[in-house]
Nanobody, 119 residues
Framework: VQLVESGGGLVQAGGALRLSCAAS????????MGWYRQAPGKQRELVAI???????NYADSVKGRFTISRDNAKNTVYLQLNSLKPEDTAVYYC??????????????WGQGTQVTVSS
């Protein structure tokens, strides 16, 4: 499965961005799609996950500000980033695969898209 992200950029604090991730290839109908991020010098961390049946989970740091959604017909997942803070600055990665509890199986990653929030 190939994943292509888009929508990153430079925005001022308080601003908004919308990230997109389009998947192509052999995609299981019960896959999960999610967003992770990695800031300089830090480990990659989970931002949000959307399951195939529409359930969404968020990191505490983004709850109420970010919204994940997916269009199954287009095999695309979106991340709406509102009320952005400088600490949201990171490379955002898309991930898809089968999620069994907290373990990903047959997963794949996108190449990442940079989000920079200026103060």
């Amino acid at each position: 499965v190939q994943l292509v992200e888009s929508g990153g950029g430079l925005v001022q604090a308080g601003g908004a961005l919308r990230l997109s991730c389009a998947a192509s290839g052999t995609i299981f109908s019960n896959n999960a799609m999610g967003w992770y991020r990695q800031a300089p010098g830090k480990q990659r961390e989970l931002v949000a996950i959307a399951t195939s049946n529409g359930r969404a989970n968020y990191a505490d740091s983004v709850k109420g500000r970010f919204t994940i959604s997916r269009d199954n017909a287009k095999n695309t997942v979106y991340l709406q980033l509102n009320s952005l803070k400088p600490e949201d600055t990171a490379v955002y990665y898309c991930r898809q695969g089968i999620l069994r509890g907290v373990v990903w199986v047959d997963d794949s990653w996108g190449q990442g898209t940079q989000v920079t929030v200026s103060s």
